[in-house]
């Protein structure tokens, strides 16, 4: 099911490596002084015919199914902390949460004139319903759980943790939410899931009644930073035949892979559960089963020239940490772009033209 983050195809793989052959420039953004390009090979010629939006195509078939998207606002984020959580670790997280609605934007970022968090969600609020209502703009935590004992194991299968679901509604301060609710399973680095590294970075669904009660939207996103940080933690871990001939992991902007490459895969999926969260509403393909959806569609694509294993034309302060945007607190992140449904194309705050 493309229902969460996948792994880079092999064919894609093959293009990352072979591209990398190629003699690399540095480019630079006329947005700060203080902000570079990291050294990328240039954008493949297979790109060049359209600079403005990488991975547009008029052969995508995105359709809206009739079901509903997350138009209620507030969204109100359940954030299930599952295993244990250094506070290190669940700050940046709640960062980028908090930096989702345009009220929450970086004002350092805002006065530069920068790209925020809550300009990559302008894109997910495109996405409306068949009476017209627009994804929420506006999304806050509202309720936190820490299930640090472990409540269904050390390993959890797509059924268990729905029942970690269960367990928080019932043992924690949480609503069931069925109107403006969401809820985020976010497991520690020593938790593994059923299918994790091998097929899912990450996904999202909604709960069945006969295990927590009610139905109910959710995510789940695991922390790779010791599992398998070369496939879920992509660009800042590279497997190991990717290493050599200049080839070199980004810097993550909060300097924790585990972490950031988390983020990046939450972003993904809230992306997709708020344009479809009973698997009825935005997604290409005509199997429900197996849709492929708007972050699908950007998988791998944080800036103009991304495509075939590059990330695109990303920034670089000058202690080398890698973002394509800002968030509060002054947090900068690297999010993957998501697909557009007016310019049909991925975009995303930090495209060059």
Not at 179 to 193: A, F, H, Q, R, W
Not at 245 to 258: E, F, R, S, Y
């Amino acid at each position: 099911m493309s229902l969460f983050r996948t792994v880079f195809s092999l064919f894609t793989l093959l293009q990352f490596i072979s591209a990398t052959s190629a003699e690399q420039t540095v480019q630079t953004l006329e947005l700060n002084p203080d902000i570079i390009n990291p050294r990328i090979p240039p954008s493949p010629k297979s790109l060049s015919t359209n600079k403005k939006f990488e991975g547009s195509s008029n052969l995508v078939d995105l359709k809206y199914h009739m079901g509903p998207v997350l138009s209620n606002s507030p969204i109100n984020v359940y954030i299930i902390w599952y295993g244990k959580w250094a506070k290190r670790q669940q700050s940046p997280i709640r960062d980028f949460l908090h930096s989702i609605s345009p009220s929450s934007a970086s004002s350092a970022a805002a006065s530069a004139n920068t790209q925020t968090v809550s300009d990559w969600w302008k894109t997910v609020s495109l996405y409306t319903d068949q009476t017209g209502a627009n994804v929420s703009s506006n999304l806050i935590v509202a309720g936190e759980y820490s299930d640090h004992r472990y409540s269904r194991g050390t390993h959890l299968t797509r059924l268990s943790v729905q029942q970690v679901i269960a367990n928080g509604v019932k043992k924690a301060p949480f609503p069931v939410d069925h109107k403006n609710g969401i809820y985020l399973i976010l497991t520690s680095e020593d938790v593994t899931m059923q299918d994790y590294c091998r097929a899912v970075c990450g996904f999202h669904y909604f709960t069945f009644p006969s295990l927590v009660g009610y139905t109910l939207p959710y995510a789940w996103i695991g922390n790779s930073g010791k599992q398998c940080p070369e496939v879920c933690a992509y660009p800042f871990a590279l497997p190991a035949y990717m290493s050599g001939g200049g080839l070199a992991a980004l810097k993550p902007p909060n300097g924790d892979v585990g972490i950031d490459g988390m983020i990046s895969v939450i972003g993904h999926e809230l992306a997709e559960l708020s344009s479809n969260p009973l698997i009825n509403a935005w997604y290409a393909g005509g199997d429900p089963t197996a849709p492929t959806e708007i972050g699908d569609l950007c998988e791998g694509l944080y800036g103009t020239g991304g495509g075939g294993g590059y990330t695109g034309q990303v920034m670089r302060d000058r202690s080398g940490k890698t973002f394509n945007m800002y968030g509060k607190n002054g947090r900068k992140f690297l999010v993957q772009w998501i697909w557009s449904p007016v310019l049909k194309a991925c975009v995303g705050p930090n495209a060059l033209d």
